[in-house]
Nanobody
Framework: QVQLVESGGGLVQAGGPLRLSCAAS????????MGWFRQAPGKERAFVAR????????DYSTSVKGRFTISRDNAKNMVYLQMNSLKTEDTAVYYC???????????????????WGQGTQVTVSS
């Protein structure tokens, strides 16, 4: 099973950028489709973005499309989430997740993913 560690979270002003990283160990990330989710206090974990194994396609939630970009570097076993034009409603704990099936179905659902990181806090101030 792949182990995932997120980093890059922090406090940022609304309108600013932030880049999250997810480092994998134990298995090659090229075996997994990867996703980013977020969870705000009192809310369910919500899909943010997904990238196929070889970055052949990406998908985004409606709320972040056009502002966030997911990317990956399989040689470095890394996945990234570039977040621009941040809004206060983007405040949440952000998680990266790995899907070994790479099935293009239900990718917005947490159950699709086999491995999760511990999360990194992103706080956007007004």
């Amino acid at each position: 099973q792949v182990q995932l560690v997120e980093s890059g979270g922090g406090l940022v002003q609304a309108g600013g950028p932030l880049r999250l990283s997810c480092a994998a160990s134990g298995r090659s990330l090229s075996n997994y489709a990867m996703g980013w989710f977020r969870q705000a206090p009192g809310k369910e974990r919500a899909f943010v973005a997904r990238i196929a194994r070889w970055a052949s396609n990406t998908d985004y939630s409606t709320s972040v499309k056009g502002r966030f970009t997911i990317s990956r570097d399989n040689a470095k076993n890394m996945v990234y989430l570039q977040m621009n034009s941040l809004k206060t409603e983007d405040t949440a704990v952000y998680y990266c997740a790995a899907d070994r099936s790479d099935v293009y179905r239900d990718y917005e659902r947490p159950f699709r993913y086999d491995s999760w990181g511990q999360g990194t806090q992103v706080t956007v101030s007004s």
